[in-house]
């Protein structure tokens, strides 16, 4: 099975402050198709995941600028510019391109 | 608009058969695959398995000798079955249409617990 390793583990911030999320996979995550099959998620406490970002740059539905991802091959950042208080939750990456499908271990945004 | 609802029995005794139906609307299971992920305290989010557009299933190894994905396209229904149940399988269960994850239930607990 492909390993994402997400870090930090935890990151606390300040409202405004921008930060990265790191995501590492252990296998290259380029699909046959030539696409990386890539995607960030967050979950809000006692909310089910929502998607932000897919194939590592690609800004789901509704989803602020404020969001931002990039990558390639086996590493992965995900940078939220200007933190808001509705950002706070624990972020995901998850990759589709290899069977099975796995999850980071996540990484929790915190409040400073 | 777009939306999945799970429905599950909450507490399932162990060496039980779990099982779970997502109902979903504002788009066909015809048109799309459908997956289930779980969240547990000790593995946190696992992908279960999909079924296809066409009906066909995979699924994870992990959970591949019990686990059963089907459906129903005439009541918009997908069912999760999965026997054997251990204390581990404690956690949240969740179906997703697998368009890159854009879409979730609301998930349902499911206790093993005698």
């Known amino acids: 099975d492909v390993v994402m390793t997400q870090t930090p583990p935890s990151l606390s911030v300040a409202i405004g402050q921008s930060v990265s999320i790191s995501c590492k996979s252990s296998?290259?995550?380029?699909?046959?198709?030539?696409?990386?099959?890539l995607h960030w998620l967050l979950q809000s406490p006692g909310r089910s995941p929502k998607r932000l970002i897919y194939?590592?740059?690609n800004l789901g539905s509704g989803v602020p600028d404020r969001f931002s991802g990039t990558g390639s091959q086996k590493d992965f950042t995900l940078k939220i510019s200007r933190v808001e208080a509705e950002d706070l939750g624990v972020y995901y990456c998850?990759?589709?391109?290899?069977?099975?499908?796995?999850f980071g271990g996540g990484t929790k945004l915190e409040l400073k | 608009q777009v939306q999945l609802k799970e429905t599950g029995p909450g507490l399932v005794q162990p060496t039980q058969t779990l099982s779970i139906t997502c109902t979903v609307s504002?788009?066909?299971?015809?048109?799309?695959?459908m997956q289930w992920v779980r969240q547990t305290p000790g593995k946190g989010l696992e992908w279960m398995g999909f079924?296809?557009?066409?009906?066909?299933?995979e699924y994870n190894s992990e959970f591949k000798s019990r686990l059963s994905i089907s459906r129903d396209t005439s009541k918009n229904q997908v069912f999760l079955k999965m026997n054997s149940l251990k204390t581990e399988d404690t956690g949240v269960y969740y179906c997703?249409?697998?368009?890159?994850?854009?879409?979730w239930g609301q998930g349902t607990l499911v206790t093993v617990s005698s």
């Open positions: 997703a249409r697998e368009d890159w994850f854009a879409y």
């Open positions: 504002g788009f066909s299971l015809t048109s799309y695959y």
């Open positions: 079924i296809r557009s066409g009906g066909s299933t």
């Open positions: 296998q290259s995550l380029v699909y046959s198709d030539g696409k990386t099959y």
């Open positions: 194939q590592v740059s």
């Open positions: 998850a990759q589709t391109t290899h069977f099975p499908r796995t």
